[in-house]
C-alpha cells in the first residue's frame, strides 16, 4: 500500500486526524480574504467582456501562422486608425486562421480594417470575412447565463434538501457554491482573460463538480450522525470533522486526477494554440475546481457543523459529552498523597532504624512468634552421638 494510501486508512479509522471544524475560524478568515480580493478586483478592473457580451467586428483571414502573426496583424490593424478601434484581439486558429475582434465600427472603417487585414495577410480583400455582432445579441447571453445560474442554484437547494432532509445541509452547500464562483469570477478580472460563452459553460460545469464533491463529504456525515443524540461519545463537529477526514483523501485524488488534464488544456490553449475558447473553458475549470474542492473539505462541513450546533438537541448533546469527557479526565488522573501523611508515615518507619543506628544493633529480620511450651507437658531429651545406638 502506498504512503498516502496507508495515511488514508488511519484517517478512515480515526488513528490519525486533523482539527478541520475545530480551525474553522481560520480557514473562514482565509475565504474572507480571498472573496474580498476578488470583489476588489471585479469592481476595480472590471471583467474583460468579449465581443459576445459587448458587441464588436469580428475578421477571419487564412493565414500561415507564424511566431509574429499575432503581433504584426496588431500592429496592422492599429495603423489604420478607425474610430473608435480600441485595443484589437487578434487570436490564431490552429495554423491556418488568424481572427481580429475590435470594438464595433462604422461602415467605412470596417472596410478600412479588412483591407489592412487582407494586405497582411497577402490575400484578396474578399477572402477576408466579417461579421458584426450587435451588443444587444450579447446582453441576451448574458441575461439567459444569469437565469441559468439562478435556476442552478435554485435546484441544488431544493435537490440537496431532498437527498438530506436538512435545509441547513442545503444552506452550507449554496453558501459554499456562491464562495466557489466569487473567487473564480474574481481571478477573471485580475489576470484580465476575456469572458466568452465558454467561460459560462466553465463557470456552470465548476458548480456542478464543487456540488459533487461537497454531497460526497455531507453523505458521511449523515452516515456518522445518525442517532448521534443517543450517545455521549461525539458532538456533532466531531463527528463532522471525522467525516471529513475520512474522505480527504478521496477529495484530493479526485481534485487532482481532474486538475492534470484541465491544466494541460489551460497551457496548450494559452501559450501554444493562443486560442480564445480553449483558454477560457479551462481557466474557469482549473480554477474552480481547485477553489472547489478547498470549499468542500474546509467551508462547507464547518458551515454545517455551525448551523447544526445551534440546535437545542445538539448543544445538550455537547454538554452531555463535555461532562463525561470531564468525568474520565478526572478517573485517570493520579491521586495525590497529602505531604503531612507522607512525612508521618516516613517518620515512623525510620524510628527503628534511628534507634538501630544510636545502640549499634543490627537489626534482624522479623519471625513469627514461636508458641510457648505447654505446661507439665514432658519435653525429649536429645542423646549424645556418642551413646546412640547403644
Same mark, same amino acid.
Given at each position: 500500500?502506498?504512503?498516502?494510501?496507508q495515511?488514508g486508512a488511519?484517517?478512515h479509522?480515526?488513528?490519525?486526524?486533523?482539527?478541520?471544524? @475545530?480551525?474553522r475560524k %481560520?480557514?473562514?478568515? /482565509?475565504?474572507?480574504?480571498?472573496v474580498i480580493? $476578488?470583489? =476588489?478586483?471585479?469592481? &476595480?478592473r472590471?471583467?474583460?467582456?468579449?465581443?459576445?457580451?459587448?458587441?464588436?467586428?469580428?475578421?477571419?483571414?487564412?493565414?500561415?501562422?507564424?511566431?509574429?502573426t499575432v503581433?504584426?496583424f496588431g500592429d496592422a490593424?492599429?495603423?489604420?486608425?478607425a474610430?473608435d478601434?480600441?485595443?484589437?484581439?487578434?487570436t490564431?486558429i490552429?495554423n491556418?486562421?488568424v481572427?481580429?475582434?475590435?470594438?464595433p465600427?462604422?461602415?467605412?472603417?470596417?472596410?478600412v480594417v479588412r483591407a489592412a487585414?487582407?494586405?497582411?495577410?497577402?490575400?484578396?480583400?474578399?477572402?477576408?470575412?466579417s461579421?458584426?455582432?450587435?451588443?444587444s445579441?450579447?446582453?441576451?447571453?448574458?441575461d439567459?447565463a444569469?437565469?441559468a445560474?439562478?435556476?442552478f442554484l @435554485?435546484l441544488?437547494? %431544493?435537490?440537496?434538501w /431532498?437527498y438530506?432532509?436538512?435545509?441547513?445541509? $442545503?444552506? =452550507?452547500?449554496?453558501i &459554499?457554491l456562491?464562495?466557489?464562483?466569487t473567487?473564480?469570477?474574481?481571478?477573471?478580472?485580475?489576470?484580465?482573460?476575456d469572458?466568452?460563452?465558454?467561460?459560462?459553460?466553465?463557470?456552470?460545469?465548476i458548480?456542478g463538480?464543487?456540488?459533487?464533491?461537497t454531497v460526497v463529504?455531507f453523505?458521511?456525515?449523515?452516515?456518522?450522525?445518525?442517532?448521534i443524540?443517543?450517545s455521549?461519545?461525539?458532538?456533532?463537529?466531531d463527528?463532522?470533522?471525522?467525516?471529513?477526514?475520512?474522505?480527504?483523501?478521496r477529495s484530493?485524488?479526485t481534485t487532482?486526477?481532474?486538475?492534470?488534464?484541465?491544466?494541460?488544456i489551460?497551457?496548450?490553449?494559452t501559450?501554444?494554440?493562443g486560442?480564445?475558447?480553449?483558454?477560457?473553458?479551462s481557466l474557469?475549470l482549473f480554477v474552480?475546481?481547485?477553489?472547489?474542492a478547498?470549499s468542500?473539505i474546509f467551508?462547507?462541513?464547518s458551515l454545517?457543523?455551525?448551523?447544526?450546533e445551534r440546535e437545542?438537541?445538539?448543544?445538550a448533546?455537547?454538554?452531555?459529552v463535555?461532562?463525561k469527557k470531564?468525568?474520565?479526565?478526572?478517573?485517570?488522573?493520579?491521586?495525590?498523597v497529602?505531604?503531612?501523611?507522607?512525612?508521618?508515615?516516613?517518620?515512623?518507619q525510620d524510628?527503628p532504624?534511628?534507634?538501630d543506628?544510636?545502640?549499634?544493633?543490627?537489626?534482624?529480620?522479623?519471625?513469627?512468634?514461636?508458641?510457648?511450651a505447654?505446661?507439665?507437658?514432658?519435653?525429649?531429651?536429645?542423646?549424645p552421638r556418642?551413646?546412640r545406638?547403644k
Amino acid at each position: 500500500m502506498s504512503k498516502l494510501g496507508q495515511i488514508g486508512a488511519k484517517l478512515h479509522r480515526g488513528e490519525v486526524s486533523y482539527d478541520f471544524v @475545530g480551525h474553522r475560524k %481560520f480557514w473562514f478568515s /482565509l475565504s474572507a480574504v480571498l472573496v474580498i480580493i $476578488s470583489l =476588489a478586483g471585479l469592481f &476595480a478592473r472590471g471583467l474583460a467582456l468579449g465581443i459576445e457580451f459587448k458587441g464588436g467586428v469580428e475578421y477571419e483571414a487564412k493565414v500561415k501562422v507564424t511566431d509574429s502573426t499575432v503581433q504584426d496583424f496588431g500592429d496592422a490593424v492599429k495603423a489604420t486608425n478607425a474610430k473608435d478601434l480600441g485595443d484589437p484581439v487578434v487570436t490564431t486558429i490552429n495554423n491556418e486562421k488568424v481572427r481580429v475582434q475590435t470594438k464595433p465600427l462604422a461602415q467605412n472603417d470596417i472596410g478600412v480594417v479588412r483591407a489592412a487585414i487582407a494586405k497582411e495577410a497577402g490575400i484578396p480583400a474578399d477572402q477576408v470575412t466579417s461579421q458584426q455582432i450587435g451588443a444587444s445579441w450579447g446582453k441576451q447571453i448574458a441575461d439567459k447565463a444569469i437565469l441559468a445560474l439562478a435556476v442552478f442554484l @435554485g435546484l441544488v437547494f %431544493f435537490v440537496i434538501w /431532498l437527498y438530506f432532509r436538512e435545509p441547513k445541509a $442545503s444552506m =452550507a452547500a449554496i453558501i &459554499a457554491l456562491v464562495h466557489d464562483v466569487t473567487i473564480t469570477v474574481g481571478v477573471y478580472a485580475i489576470i484580465g482573460f476575456d469572458v466568452t460563452p465558454a467561460t459560462v459553460i466553465g463557470v456552470l460545469t465548476i458548480l456542478g463538480y464543487s456540488l459533487y464533491d461537497t454531497v460526497v463529504v455531507f453523505d458521511k456525515v449523515r452516515e456518522n450522525t445518525r442517532g448521534i443524540t443517543g450517545s455521549n461519545r461525539y458532538t456533532y463537529s466531531d463527528a463532522t470533522n471525522l467525516a471529513v477526514n475520512q474522505t480527504v483523501v478521496r477529495s484530493i485524488n479526485t481534485t487532482v486526477t481532474a486538475l492534470l488534464p484541465v491544466g494541460a488544456i489551460l497551457v496548450v490553449g494559452t501559450w501554444v494554440l493562443g486560442t480564445g475558447p480553449l483558454k477560457d473553458l479551462s481557466l474557469a475549470l482549473f480554477v474552480g475546481i481547485a477553489v472547489g474542492a478547498y470549499s468542500s473539505i474546509f467551508i462547507a462541513p464547518s458551515l454545517l457543523a455551525v448551523f447544526k450546533e445551534r440546535e437545542p438537541g445538539m448543544q445538550a448533546l455537547r454538554k452531555r459529552v463535555t461532562a463525561k469527557k470531564a468525568q474520565v479526565a478526572a478517573a485517570a488522573a493520579p491521586v495525590a498523597v497529602p505531604a503531612t501523611a507522607g512525612a508521618a508515615r516516613s517518620a515512623v518507619q525510620d524510628t527503628p532504624r534511628k534507634a538501630d543506628r544510636a545502640t549499634g544493633a543490627v537489626p534482624t529480620p522479623s519471625s513469627r512468634p514461636m508458641k510457648a511450651a505447654a505446661a507439665g507437658r514432658p519435653q525429649p531429651t536429645r542423646k549424645p552421638r556418642s551413646k546412640r545406638g547403644k
